[in-house]
């Protein structure tokens, strides 16, 4: 193969169903999901949000949704072993489609901060 459409590049995820079918929002619709985790250096408050898919102009990521927590040191520790299995995780944006070769910004406004 030579290009794209020839068939060169996989899919992610070997579970991703032979046909794709999408919500009313045109996200998607798959088994599971591909995370990370990231920690910010000390407790703050968000109020924007910034998804980067530029330069990926073919395999960028259908969606994405964001969820937030504060965790003790302590708490931490056992998230990291139970694989981020939490319950003080919560909505922080939800589910949004995005294209590729953009900057996706989310402001204050399209933030869920009163959970």
């Excluded at 992610?12 to 250096?41: C, M, N, S, Y």
């Excluded at 939490?86 to 933030?111: F, V």
Aim: hydrophobic residues 30%; charged residues 25%.
């Amino acid at each position: 193969p030579t290009q794209r459409a020839d068939g060169w590049e996989t899919a992610r995820r070997l579970d991703r169903p032979k046909e794709l079918k999408t919500d009313h929002q045109g996200i998607l619709q798959v088994p599971g999901w591909e995370w990370a985790v990231f920690r910010l250096g000390h407790p703050g408050i968000i109020s924007s949000i910034e998804v980067d898919t530029n330069h990926f102009k073919g395999n960028f990521p259908d969606s994405c949704r964001i969820e937030a927590c504060l965790l003790s040191p302590e708490e931490e520790s056992q998230c990291i072993t139970t694989r981020w299995n939490s319950g003080k995780w919560k909505l922080l944006l939800p589910p949004q489609k995005l294209r590729s070769h953009r900057r996706h910004c989310y402001a204050t406004s399209d933030l869920i901060l009163d959970q």
